[in-house]
């Protein structure tokens, strides 16, 4: 339980997308998504979790929604920065061996701050410090809403336990 909710605090670092099918269409969405946005919807659909320390292996299935929200991005057009602030908090239940349990995790960040740019229906943010470009699919994007996924799969292996966990992280902002 406890590398699940470890995960489902690494899921808000992984970053954004935008939609797009040429450039003319990447003009018209950066120009939508410039602006504020405060967080409305938070969703981890098909979430599971595999555990492996000494030789046993453990399954965990995981669901996850948002709620009590203060996050807000920008982003910005000149420089094409974007930037977060806020928490919310992650409702998350788990299944293990058949057992059901809920938990809030509350303080998440979502963390966002780098350059962006709009390829195709991805918006991907470079971290200035690391330089790791992250990406995530727009599912919507109007001059009011934008939603997006993250499919995530990430493995972290610490003191001789090794955790594997993937799903998707589900997005929706409303512009200010």
Not at 84 to 110: I, L
Not at 118 to 131: A, F, M, Y
Not at 151 to 171: F, H, I, L
Request: hydrophobic residues 35%; negative net charge.
């Amino acid at each position: 339980m406890k590398k699940t909710i470890f995960f489902l605090l690494i899921i808000p670092f992984l970053a954004f997308t935008s939609c797009s099918s040429d450039d003319d269409n990447a003009t018209d969405n950066e120009s939508l998504l410039t602006g504020k946005w405060r967080l409305t919807a938070f969703s981890v659909t098909n979430g599971k979790s595999i555990t492996t320390a000494q030789g046993a292996t453990l399954t965990t299935d995981f669901t996850s929604e948002g709620k009590d929200f203060s996050t807000e991005v920008i982003f910005t057009k000149i420089p094409k920065i974007a930037a977060s602030t806020g928490k919310y908090t992650a409702v998350t239940t788990t299944t293990v061996e058949g057992q059901t349990s809920t938990t809030d995790v509350t303080g998440v960040n979502f963390d966002l701050v780098g350059l962006w740019e709009i390829q195709g229906n991805k918006l991907i943010v470079e971290d200035p410090n690391s330089h790791e470009k992250q990406s995530t699919t727009i599912t919507e994007l109007t001059s009011t809403k934008l939603s997006f996924t993250i499919d995530y799969k990430d493995t972290v292996n610490n003191a001789g336990v090794t955790t594997e966990a993937s799903g998707t992280a589900n997005y929706t902002f409303t512009k200010k």
